[in-house]
Nanobody
């Protein structure tokens, strides 16, 4: 099982960009579909984006489609979330997730990171 560590969160003004990274331990990273979720204050955690084992397929929540891009580098055991045109409503703790099933990565992934805070000021 992989272990996940997120980085790259911080404070950014509306309209700005951030790139989150999620480094995975273990030699089986390429066997996992990867995803990003977020949880805003007082709200439930929600799906943001997911990517298949090879990176050939990506999936996005409607709220971020066209602004966020998920990618992965299997040689570096890392998945990224490039976030552009950020809005105050994107403020949340962002979590990296992993699962061996592409059908469960967006709904109930088995492995979670500890989260990184993204704050978008207006």
């Amino acid at each position: 099982q992989v272990q996940l560590v997120e980085s790259g969160g911080g404070l950014v003004q509306a309209g700005g960009s951030l790139r989150l990274s999620c480094a995975a331990s273990g030699r089986t990273f390429s066997s996992y579909a990867m995803g990003w979720f977020r949880q805003a204050p007082g709200k439930e955690r929600e799906f943001v984006a997911a990517i298949s084992w090879s990176g050939g397929s990506t999936y996005y929540a409607d709220s971020v489609k066209g602004r966020f891009t998920i990618s992965r580098d299997n040689a570096k055991n890392t998945v990224y979330l490039q976030m552009n045109s950020l809005k105050p409503e994107d403020t949340a703790v962002y979590y990296c997730a992993a699962d061996t099933g592409i059908d469960t990565i967006a709904t109930n992934p088995g492995v979670w990171g500890q989260g990184t805070l993204v704050t978008v000021s207006s």
